[in-house]
């Protein structure tokens, strides 16, 4: 079992950064890989970043490639996102995720994961 919180969201406006951590309970951290999705209104949720175990490979969506950094410590049980030249159109419910799947290297469907957290508002202005 592993429990999600995340933190760091805020309003900011476009050309700002924003960095967002999400901290997960449990001895196990190393042993999941960690996501970050978004969910727009109106919008399906989509996945804009995956860290492998180790931390060694990463993944990013192309809108957000150049622009976004996932990164991990597993001693502090948390992973980050940091979010740079931000824009209107990121604006989003941001949320962390974590599974522990074999297999593919990198998985950026939602119901490949199996732990959620309960989100964090980021809201670019223009």
């Known amino acids: 079992q592993v429990q999600l919180v995340e933190s760091g969201g805020g309003l900011v406006q476009a050309g700002g950064s924003l960095r967002l951590s999400c901290a997960a309970s449990g001895r196990t951290f190393s042993s999941y890989a960690m996501g970050w999705f978004r969910q727009a209104p109106g919008k399906e949720r989509e996945c804009v970043a995956v860290i492998s175990k180790s931390g060694g490979s990463t993944y990013y969506a192309d809108s957000v490639k150049g622009r976004f950094t996932i990164s991990r410590d597993n001693a502090k049980n948390t992973v980050y996102l940091q979010m740079n030249s931000l824009k209107p159109e990121d604006t989003a419910v941001y949320y962390c995720?974590?599974?522990?799947?074999?297999?593919?290297?990198?998985?950026?469907?939602?119901?490949?994961?199996?732990?959620w957290g309960q989100g964090t508002q980021v809201t670019v202005s223009s």
């Open positions: 995720a974590a599974h522990n799947r074999l297999g593919l290297p990198f998985r950026i469907y939602q119901y490949e994961y199996d732990y």
